[in-house]
T-cell receptor
Framework: NAGVMQNPRHLVRRRGQEARLRCSPMKGHSHVYWYRQLPEEGLKFMVYLQKENIIDESGMPKERFSAEFPKEGPSILRIQQVVRGDSAAYFC?????????????FGPGTRLLVL | DAKTTQPNSMESNEEEPVHLPCNHSTISGTDYIHWYRQLPSQGPEYVIHGLTSNVNNRMASLAIAEDRKSSTLILHRATLRDAAVYYCILRASGGSNYKLTFGKGTLLTVNP
């Protein structure tokens, strides 16, 4: 059973470009979460999605950031017009359910560097 | 969300037990205690969780104080592969408990 997959693992963008981060959850998992880890900081929750629905985007910046989890295919975190402050590691996690005992399985992350 | 307090760093020798403490004095009665760890350049990895009773699994043991205001993650025999940042996280039994709140964690160094 393959784990959570994220690609690309490393992404370099110039200021003003768009970044697209992809996440394929574990098989059988319909709940996806995105977290961001700024340098020297802990992970911060960004958004929680189920298939075709955004459940909670309270941790995601209101502008330039969007997320989707279509019926078919991976979840996408999209950052438009990137700025240097967007440089961070972005982690995706998935779970079967959201109960408190349910484990969130994390992917290896995408490290975004904005020049 | 209830807060957790962990030492910034700890050091251990290979093959020796490691006790990683976590204080959570404002824990509520329905909060679960979860531990995750993050190895260098990787995503977080689930370690163990519990509510009131001590818990054991193949990775570690979790000892929970009787008043639940603190807990200790126990690695019985540290290996070099256990070098990581360890996060103690409280998860409520309801509401938006899917949001894992990661603090700074404890950086564990394992000496050969």
């Amino acid at each position: 059973n393959a784990g959570v997959m994220q690609n690309p693992r490393h992404l370099v963008r110039r200021r003003g470009q768009e970044a697209r981060l992809r996440c394929s959850p574990m098989k059988g998992h319909s709940h996806v979460y995105w977290y961001r880890q700024l340098p020297e900081e802990g992970l911060k929750f960004m958004v929680y999605l189920q298939k075709e629905n955004i459940i909670d985007e309270s941790g995601m910046p209101k502008e330039r950031f969007s997320a989707e989890f279509p019926k078919e295919g991976p979840s996408i975190l999209r950052i438009q017009q990137v700025v240097r402050g967007d440089s961070a590691a972005y982690f995706c996690a998935s779970s079967r359910m959201t109960s408190v005992g349910e484990t969130q399985y994390f992917g290896p992350g995408t490290r975004l560097l904005v020049l | 969300d209830a807060k957790t307090t962990q030492p910034n760093s700890m050091e251990s020798n290979e093959e020796e037990p490691v006790h990683l403490p976590c204080n959570h004095s404002t824990i509520s009665g329905t909060d679960y205690i979860h531990w995750y760890r993050q190895l260098p350049s990787q995503g977080p990895e689930y370690v163990i969780h519990g509510l009131t009773s001590n818990v054991n699994n193949r990775m570690a043991s979790l000892a929970i104080a009787e008043d639940r205001k603190s807990s200790t993650l126990i690695l019985h025999r540290a290996t070099l592969r256990d070098a990581a940042v360890y996060y103690c996280i409280l998860r409520a039994s309801g509401g938006s408990n899917y949001k894992l709140t990661f603090g700074k964690g404890t950086l564990l160094t394992v000496n050969p």
